[in-house]
């Protein structure tokens, strides 16, 4: 009976071992998975403030631009250029705001 008591002690020991082992690389890709996360946010949060940023200087431009009357066709092309990009650079800090949303229901 001692045999088989300690065989069982040893097996149990090696099973939660093993686990250890197991466990170990998918807790260490979830710390990966989570800095990468971490980065994606702070370009996000970077990307967004450079967004108000581009808005408030298109608006005070499109103010002053409006009070002359917009007398200039060139200056009117470059506030519809200018407003495309702004709207570029929303489309991409959405796309990577869903980016970050599949990647954190991935990892749930």
């Known amino acids: 009976m001692d045999l088989y008591g300690s065989i069982i002690v040893l097996s149990t020991i090696a099973l939660s071992?093993?686990?250890f082992f197991a466990l170990n690389p998918?807790?260490?890709?979830?710390r990966r998975a989570i800095e990468k996360l971490k980065l994606v946010n702070e370009a996000l949060v970077a990307a967004e403030e450079n967004v108000a940023r581009l808005q408030e200087r298109h608006d005070v431009i499109l103010k002053e631009i409006s009070s002359y009357y917009l007398a200039n066709s060139e200056l009117q092309e470059a506030l519809v250029t200018a407003r495309a990009a702004i709207n570029d650079?929303?489309?991409?800090v959405?796309?990577?705001r869903?980016?970050?949303l599949n990647i954190l229901n991935s990892l749930s």
């Not at 998918?26 to 979830?30: F, K, V």
Request: aromatic share 12%; charged share 20%.
């Open 26 to 30: 998918i807790l260490r890709q979830r």
């Open 98 to 100: 869903r980016l970050q």
């Open 17 to 19: 071992g093993s686990f």
């Open 89 to 92: 650079v929303s489309t991409f």
């Open 94 to 96: 959405i796309e990577l």
